[in-house]
């Protein structure tokens, strides 16, 4: 991918679930990107849902890596995945690292890779 990409996130949820999408870029600005407000809710619809927004991808290099945390049927803590994103970030390890967050939530992320220009 490069700058200037325009990415469209979509979430597959097979039973009823709660979750928050946030992504760390490789210059480690994290930006929340479900809910698109901290203080909404979290649930997840079953089956596919695009997020609201798409998102561009700017000049930050290297990377952009997407996670996705869920908790089931209770509400996921925004700030919590926020908090670890942002640790994430400034510990140098966001291409590979995982997030601290709680044993009881459960992550999955994707990792996009940048061309140089």
């Given at each position: ?78 700030s919590t995945v ?5 640790a994430l970030a ?19 992320s994707f990792l ?6």
């Amino acid at each position: 991918a490069r700058k200037g990409d325009l990415l469209q996130l979509e979430t597959v949820a097979a039973n009823p679930q709660h979750g928050v999408v946030v992504s760390v870029d490789g210059r480690g600005a994290v930006t929340l990107h479900w809910p698109s407000d901290p203080g909404a809710a979290t649930e997840l619809e079953v089956g596919a849902k695009l997020l609201p927004d798409a998102y561009t991808l700017d000049d930050a290099p290297k990377f952009e890596r997407f996670f996705l945390v869920t908790t089931g049927v209770a509400p996921t803590d925004v700030s919590t995945v926020v908090h670890a994103a942002e640790a994430l970030a400034a510990s140098g390890d966001a291409q590979k690292g995982d997030l601290a967050v709680p044993r009881s939530y459960d992550q999955t992320s994707f990792l996009v890779v940048k061309e140089v220009q």
